[in-house]
């Protein structure tokens, strides 16, 4: 089994986008943009909901609330590194 560092923040960004930094000190941008054509996702849009990510208990991902969340290794496999 693939194990993944586990998410230590995570930071909001414009363009709909978000600053991962993992527990092995990497940091990655990832792009949710494409996530929105998904019915799940679309309520990502309003930026008000969006900038209320945060980090999940234990590092296993992020979300926004009890039905939007992102898992530690889609945002690892996804994410590219940041500047």
Known sequence: MNSYPRVETVKPLRDKCLLVVFSNGVRKVYDCKPLLENEI???LTD???FRC???D???YG???NDEIDLSESE???H???AE
């Open 53 to 55: 990510v945060k980090t």
């Open 62 to 64: 992020i979300s926004w």
């Open 41 to 43: 996702f679309s309520p």
């Open 57 to 59: 208990h234990g590092g």
């Open 75 to 77: 945002l690892w496999l």
């Open 79 to 81: 994410g590219v590194p």
């Open 47 to 49: 930026d008000v909901l």
